[in-house]
T-cell receptor
Framework: AQKITQTQPGMFVQEKEAVTLDCTYD???????LFWYKQPSSGEMIFLIYQGSYDQQNATEGRYSLNFQKARKSANLVISASQLGDSAMYFCAMRDTSGTYKYIFGTGTRLKVLA | NAGVTQTPKFRILKIGQSMTLQCTQDMNHNYMYWYRQDPGMGLKLIYYSVGAGITDKGEVPNGYNVSRSTTEDFPLRLELAAPSQTSVYFCASSLLTGGNTEAFFGQGTRLTVV
């Protein structure tokens, strides 16, 4: 069965510093997609970044980058130059693209950016 | 475009009551999903649909029913509400194919069963 594990319930980072949020996954499917979503206190789910299992390079979107290590089955989110507005819950998710196309979510990491 | 629209945003139900959470999307997405998010937890899949007329169970389907009569709409029905169904419910949609096929989420419905 597919599984996403986020082992950091909460993280603190100083404003303007970089922070890494951990995500490991488990799947036997050869084809899958990995996603990160942000959920601010207002509750909506905001898509941040995507990495495909066959992508050779790590994905980047502005201040977000995904450190994808396929052999270790990890897909960590790196946020550079943290801002106060980055304080939120962050979810790692995986989508099976060779079968049911469901999205499986981790339990999330709550990030607090300190001024 | 409106994207994914959920109604209502908030609802309080009494134990044993029933209700339908509405979800509609205007992006012509094949896939639609219902998730629930318990406090401090991740999202758990209730039901999903790959297209009109086709639905399937997710991780936590007990106590819920869905239908998909059109591409746009995917209502979630709660029968005989229980306190364990107190949660935030998210509807989402996505395309069938394409590498960068993220799920688009509605704003959520906060349901309290008392």
């Amino acid at each position: 069965a597919q599984k996403i594990t986020q082992t950091q319930p909460g993280m603190f980072v100083q404003e303007k510093e970089a922070v890494t949020l951990d995500c490991t996954y488990d799947t036997s499917d050869p084809s899958y997609g990995l996603f990160w979503y942000k959920q601010p206190s207002s509750g909506e789910m905001i898509f941040l970044i995507y990495q495909g299992s066959y992508d050779q390079q790590n994905a980047t979107e502005g201040r977000y980058s995904l450190n994808f290590q396929k052999a270790r089955k990890s897909a960590n989110l790196v946020i550079s130059a943290s801002q106060l507005g980055d304080s939120a819950m962050y979810f790692c998710a995986m989508r099976d693209t060779s079968g049911t196309y469901k999205y499986i979510f981790g339990t999330g990491t709550r990030l607090k950016v300190l001024a | 475009n409106a994207g994914v629209t959920q109604t209502p945003k908030f609802r309080i139900l009494k134990i044993g009551q029933s209700m339908t959470l509405q979800c509609t999307q205007d992006m012509n997405h094949n896939y639609m999903y219902w998730y629930r998010q318990d406090p401090g937890m991740g999202l758990k899949l209730i039901y999903y649909s790959v297209g009109a007329g086709i639905t399937d169970k997710g991780e936590v389907p007990n106590g819920y029913n869905v239908s998909r009569s059109t591409t746009e709409d995917f209502p979630l029905r709660l029968e005989l509400a229980a306190p364990s169904q107190t949660s935030v419910y998210f509807c989402a949609s996505s395309l069938l194919t394409g590498g960068n096929t993220e799920a688009f989420f509605g704003q959520g419905t906060r349901l309290t069963v008392v």
